[in-house]
């Protein structure tokens, strides 16, 4: 039973007071969480309440970066959380795990970060761990380079607007689709998975 579902641990009223002195002192943050909101295991009220957090804070907060699914992907925020078609306003970064699941090749990925004090993401580079490949090999694992994002979905730059425009090609575009799945997996058995695009 929990009878404050909004901020059962004062974690939200926490992050507020953070991302106010970080907004009167001029500095920028990035924010490290392990659930991301929207997913199953996050308290759908608390999620919309982060959800209001991150947009009221928005030019304060360059990037938001989560783990917990196992997956590569990314979500965007909205100025209008039930709008997708308003201002696309923050990014939402889900790292790889290099735990190994059914389908799943270990990955982990390195974020470079623009130099000086804005800190905003200018690439990442997602590297993995080829299990079919590494088997009973008596010789050391070799992680692959399995993509950079900036380069391989042509984005102009990592901003909220680019993610954006990503989502449309990856909704329209069969071949990028296919693309942002086999890197979602990170490339496990992805020739034998059946791909619904529709």
């Known amino acids: 039973l929990r009878i404050n579902e909004t901020d059962p641990d004062g974690t939200l009223s926490w992050l507020v007071a953070e991302l106010k002195q970080a907004e009167h002192d001029g500095h920028y943050v990035h924010i490290l969480s392990h659930i991301p909101p929207g997913n199953d295991e996050c308290i759908e009220s608390w999620a919309r ?6 947009t009221r804070f928005s030019k304060t907060i360059q990037a938001q970066f989560f783990g917990h699914i196992h997956v590569d992907s990314f979500t965007v925020f909205y100025e209008n959380m ?7 306003i923050s990014v939402l970064y889900t790292t790889p795990s290099v735990t190994t699941f059914e389908y ?4 982990f990925r390195i974020y470079e970060i623009e130099p ?8 990442f580079h997602t590297y993995f761990l080829n299990l079919t490949q590494v088997g009973m ?3 050391p694992p070799v992680w692959e380079l399995l993509y950079s994002a ?7 730059d990592l ?14 575009e069969k071949s990028t689709y296919d693309r942002f799945v086999r890197y979602n997996y990170t ?9 619904i695009h529709t």
Not at 116 to 122: E, P
């Open 150 to 156: 900036k380069e391989e979905y042509n984005l102009n």
């Open 49 to 54: 309440n982060y959800y209001k957090i991150i």
């Open 82 to 88: 039930n709008d997708d078609s308003s201002a696309p």
């Open 104 to 107: 799943l090749n270990p990955a």
């Open 187 to 195: 490339y496990q058995r992805y020739i034998g998975l059946t791909v």
């Open 159 to 172: 901003s909220p607007t680019s993610w954006d425009l990503l989502i449309n090609k990856i909704v329209y």
């Open 137 to 139: 090999n008596t010789t």
């Open 116 to 123: 000086g004090t804005n800190y905003r993401v200018v690439n």
